[in-house]
């Protein structure tokens, strides 16, 4: 069984616990069985942020089974699995354990001659929870699996609650636990989550047998029941309980110390991040040590809501940034600390802003290595990258990277998560952070780090943004597929934009994300953004180019696929306007896009270098008759390659791929210029027919003439595209390579 689609996710803050209201539908929940309950309960606590975060928490149903090896009934331990999200969980994502053996551990824990949450044995319990697997289930257990196991009920929640992380991190945290809660909730001290925790719990439990859940400091909220519906409901209601309290103490002061700084107008907001945002990306990306090559490409999201806007511009931001996050997993994401520019938004100006960032990365870069050489113990990872996950500009926003746009955006949702918890705590006490040496030790954590080197190989084309120019039909179409899944975040952009939200929609169901549009904000940007723009107006390109650095920081690749194919009068002839239309659009459009793209590449500088790829024909070098305006305008185009190649080196590579007679999807082949075609050959076409059947024909008879014999299709373009993209071909520039299925008369001259 399945469950109801999720509700959209969450992430404003409200004075209002609206979003704490039971969505629980009995009539959705009754015809699940137990596991697909898990998943329902899993999704409605996902979909807020304020709740939990992206991937964070875990949830977990003690249910009968039927054992598959001895046909007896048997409890087994459903529990979210590692790695998993609650919101777009399904059964897949949960591990299942056969419960009595992981409750049968406790014998060879309690043999170690060392017990606690730093020590071998810690790390050996883990390595058994596989030899409790039921039925086979190949999802791996998450390190909080024996909090779930150990609770003596059957139903278990364990979330990151903004407002109950606003009391976990306050320095009065256990005082304001008893006032928020009385006996209802317990507070214990903070802990690395594993087996002896999950022991702890289980004290706790007999010793409050009246309890409803407990609240660990610095990292969040276990609550329990022995039904599944009342442990969702009570969980929401020891959240709303948090949230009422914090809103009681709300007293209308400006929260973190008052500003400091006035918040950009929006137009003044957005033209400094044009300028600043591919010269950041360029430094950030760069790193002294540990990246093959000297750079790590990073994506960028900015993060302008008014709640980031009234941190940022705060007096208390620098002091509290310092601190650093608490929950581990805010910091497993954020780092131990965001940089905080200081730059005064009305004094000063975007270079000023470029020199304060500067120093900032140096020092932040200086501060992380020192933060490592103090706290590494001997079996400690190799040190990552030194450069912020985030940071903080007044005036201006919260600026996340990641390796994909899904890191970044995930990023600045925990750090907006953060800032809510941070404003919280100050409200009803001081906000504390988890000591350097515990947040050290669960950064490095062997275990993590086995898990980050479980993860898939990256994809070709991850960590980097193309463009693509004519991204509404064919080979446009069809490429930004392609480069979607092959891991780059993309910007499908097209004369009519509409048709390039269609094909980021299209492409965007490979990965799931949600999609951006212009006009939506910056944030909202998804891996792949729909975008209008005409090509032969350099305003335009230029706006375009500027929503593709807001949404992304940035650039790598650039294909202009975009072209246009004149019709002959009745006589044969290309009018003059036509002409010029013609040489605007396959000529003096790619150079417009290409000059545009020039300002963004030469920001990024050295260690990003980047790809043009235009698409030409092999019309270029072979005369035919009727094509005279575009036959010559594709000449042109060849030559732009080259001149660009010479122009961009060695920052960018220039290439073109040159098409003949590709006629699937095509905008140029018309069903009016396909009938012209078959009738000119004295091929068969019969009104009657589908376009689609007379493009196959004449396709067909293309093929006959080729050294192949095959047609050429879409994925013969984009994979020659993409491949030019991809570092298989970093050393190839000024090329023009034909996919033509083989025209003899087409071959180098």
């Known amino acids: 069984m399945t469950t109801t689609p999720p509700p959209p996710r969450a992430v404003a803050r409200g004075a209002s616990a609206d979003y704490l209201r039971s969505r629980w539908d009995e009539a959705v929940a009754a015809a699940l069985d137990p596991v697909a ?76 001659p060392e017990r606690g949450p730093k020590t071998p044995a810690e790390d050996a319990m883990v390595g058994m ?14 390190i909080d699996t024996p909090l779930h196991a150990f609770i003596p009920h059957a139903h278990v929640d364990h979330l990151h609650p903004v407002a109950v992380m606003a009391i976990a991190t306050a320095a009065r945290g256990p005082a304001l636990t008893r006032e928020v809660y009385g006996d209802d ?41 022995d039904a599944d519906r009342e442990c969702y409901e009570r969980t929401l209601t020891l959240i709303r309980r948090a949230q009422d309290f914090l809103n009681a103490r709300d007293d209308g002061k400006p929260a973190f110390g008052g500003p400091c700084a006035q918040p950009l107008p929006e137009a003044e907001r957005r033209r400094v991040l044009v300028e ?26 900015v993060e302008m809501r008014d709640e980031v806007l009234e941190f940022v511009n705060s007096r208390d931001a620098q002091r509290l940034a310092e601190l650093g996050t608490s929950c581990p997993d805010h910091f497993l994401r954020t780092k131990i600390k965001p940089l905080c520019v200081d730059w005064d938004p009305q004094a000063e100006d975007a270079g000023a802003l470029k020199i304060k960032l500067e120093a900032g990365l140096a020092q932040y870069r200086r501060d992380y290595a020192q933060y490592y050489a103090k706290h590494k113990r001997a079996d400690s990872p190799a040190m990552r990258r030194s450069s912020p996950s985030v940071i903080l500009i007044p005036g201006i926003g919260l600026v996340a990277w990641g390796q994909s746009k899904s890191e970044a955006r995930v990023t ?122 005409d090509i032969t107006d350099r305003a335009a390109v230029r706006r375009a180019l500027e929503e593709v650095v807001l949404a992304y920081g940035g650039l790598d690749h650039v294909v202009v696929t975009a072209g246009h194919y004149p019709s002959p009068d009745e006589q044969g002839s290309v009018a003059d306007p036509e002409w010029a239309k013609t040489f605007a659009i396959n000529v003096m459009g790619p150079f417009l896009v290409a000059d545009e793209a020039w300002r963004v590449w030469q920001a990024q500088g050295a260690g990003l270098e980047g790809s043009l790829v235009i698409t030409t024909s092999v019309n270029a070098v072979v005369p035919k008759a009727g094509s005279f305006a575009y036959d010559t305008s594709k000449a042109a185009a060849n030559h732009l390659v080259r001149e660009l190649a010479v122009a961009f080196a060695p920052l960018v590579r220039v290439n073109g791929v040159a098409p003949a007679t590709m006629l699937e999807g095509s905008s140029m082949f018309p069903r009016e210029r396909v009938s012209a075609s078959l ?71």
């Open 412 to 533: 600045a949702e925990f750090y907006g998560a953060a800032i809510g918890v941070m404003r919280g705590a100050e409200r009803v006490s001081h906000y504390t952070a988890l000591d350097r040496q515990e947040a050290f030790d669960i950064e490095y954590w062997l275990l993590e780090d086995a898990k980050l080197k479980r993860l898939p190989a990256e994809q070709p084309l991850d960590r980097t943004v193309a463009v693509v120019v004519g991204a509404g039909s064919g080979i446009g179409r069809a490429l930004v597929r392609e480069l979607v899944g092959q891991g780059a975040a993309v910007a499908a952009v097209d004369l009519h934009g509409k048709h390039a939200e269609a094909a980021a929609a299209e492409a965007q169901q490979k990965v799931g994300m949600g999609i951006g549009v212009a006009g939506t904000g910056i944030s909202g940007a998804g891996q792949v953004v729909g975008l209008g723009a």
């Open 129 to 142: 929870y596989p030899h409790t697997t039921f039925d086979r289930n190949p999802t791996p257990a998450s």
């Open 276 to 301: 600043v945002l591919p010269w950041l990306r360029g430094r950030v990306s760069r790193e002294a040590t540990n990246v093959p090559g000297g750079a790590l490409r990073q994506i960028a999201t």
């Open 37 to 112: 309950r898990l998943v329902y309960r899993s999704n409605l606590l996902g979909a807020d942020a304020r709740i939990t975060n992206t991937g964070g928490g875990n949830t977990s149903s003690k249910v009968a089974a039927t054992d598959p090896l001895t046909g007896n009934t048997v409890r087994v331990l459903w529990v979210k699995g590692s790695g998993g999200d609650l919101r777009t969980a399904t059964r897949a994502n949960f591990a299942s354990l056969y419960l009595d053996q992981v409750l049968s551990l406790r014998d060879m824990y309690g043999r170690f």
């Open 679 to 749: 009738a000119k050959y004295g091929l068969p076409h019969d009104a009657a027919e589908s376009t689609e059947v007379l493009r196959d024909r004449l396709a067909a008879f293309y093929a006959q003439r080729t050294l192949t014999g095959r047609p050429i299709t879409l994925a013969d373009q984009v994979k020659a595209i993409a491949a030019f993209l991809t570092d298989d071909f970093r050393k190839t520039t000024g090329q023009i390579v034909n996919i033509d299925g083989g025209l003899a008369a087409a071959f180098l001259r």
């Open 185 to 225: 909730v317990i507070w214990t001290d903070w802990q690395r989550p594993g087996f002896d925790l999950g022991l702890k719990l289980e004290r706790l439990c007999r010793e409050h047998a009246n309890a409803q859940g407990v609240i660990l400091g610095g990292h969040g909220l276990i609550s329990w029941a």
